[in-house]
């Protein structure tokens, strides 16, 4: 089975100017996350997509973040313009769908480096 | 609001057994669950408790008390491999069974 793809696996832009990300979850997961890891800190929940529809988006930075996941399987997840603070790897995570799944499957990330 | 405490860091000698204790606050509890992360790597799953008690997996363990909003992580038999960042993480079913991760603590295992 493979796994959560994710590309690139680093970037390094500078700031004010704009990047995307991009996600391919595991096949059949109809739950996709994407999640912000800043150095030493656990992973902060930007959104949470349940097929094609946005479950969750109340720590995204809608002034500059924006994501889709139009056909309810890949994604991906816009920066624009970029602030230095965004430095950070940006992990794309899917799951099963039913309520009582509870195992998030990540993908390798991407290291962001604003200068 | 939902907030997770866990230790910042844990040492422990090679073969011996730790705890990592995880504490929570939020309104929608479901589930309390455990990742790994190595350094460079991407977290991955180790447990999943939804009812009080003790989970065991191989070395590792997880426990919870719903009543007291308190889990912990046990690890046997350390390998210096267990070297990693350990997560705890609550799913709320608040907005759709959304999940919080707490602030991770680092294990060393010495030799």
């Known amino acids: 089975e493979a796994g959560v793809a994710q590309s690139p696996r680093y970037k390094i832009i500078e700031k004010r100017q704009s990047v995307a990300f991009w996600c391919n979850p595991i096949?059949?997961?109809?739950?996709l996350y994407w999640y912000q890891q800043i150095l030493g800190q656990g992973p902060k929940l930007l959104i949470q997509?349940?097929?094609?529809?946005?479950?969750?988006d109340s720590q995204l930075p809608k002034d500059r973040f924006s994501a889709e996941r139009l056909k309810g399987v890949d994604s991906t997840l816009k920066i624009q313009p970029a602030k230095l603070e965004d430095s950070a790897v940006y992990l794309c995570?899917?799951?099963?769908?039913?309520?009582?799944?509870?195992?998030?499957?990540f993908g390798p990330g991407t290291r962001l480096t604003v200068t | 609001g939902q907030s997770l405490e866990q230790p910042s860091e844990v040492t422990a000698v090679e073969g011996a057994i730790v705890q990592i204790n995880c504490t929570y606050q939020?309104?929608?509890?479901?589930?309390l669950s455990w990742y790994q992360q190595h350094d460079g790597g991407a977290p991955t799953f180790l447990s999943y408790?939804?009812?009080?008690g003790l989970e065991e997996t191989g070395r590792f363990s997880s426990f919870l008390s719903r009543s007291d909003s308190y889990g912990y992580l046990l690890l046997q038999e350390l390998q210096m491999k267990d070297s990693a960042s350990y997560f705890c993480?609550?799913?709320?079913?608040?907005?759709?069974?959304?999940?919080?991760f707490g602030a991770g603590t680092r294990l060393f295992v010495k030799a």
């Open positions: 408790n939804a009812l009080d």
């Open positions: 939020t309104s929608g509890f479901y589930g």
């Open positions: 993480a609550v799913r709320d079913r608040t907005g759709g069974f959304k999940t919080i």
């Open positions: 997509f349940q097929n094609n529809g946005v479950v969750d």
């Open positions: 096949s059949g997961h109809a739950t």
């Open positions: 995570a899917s799951s099963l769908p039913e309520t009582g799944s509870y195992e998030q499957y």
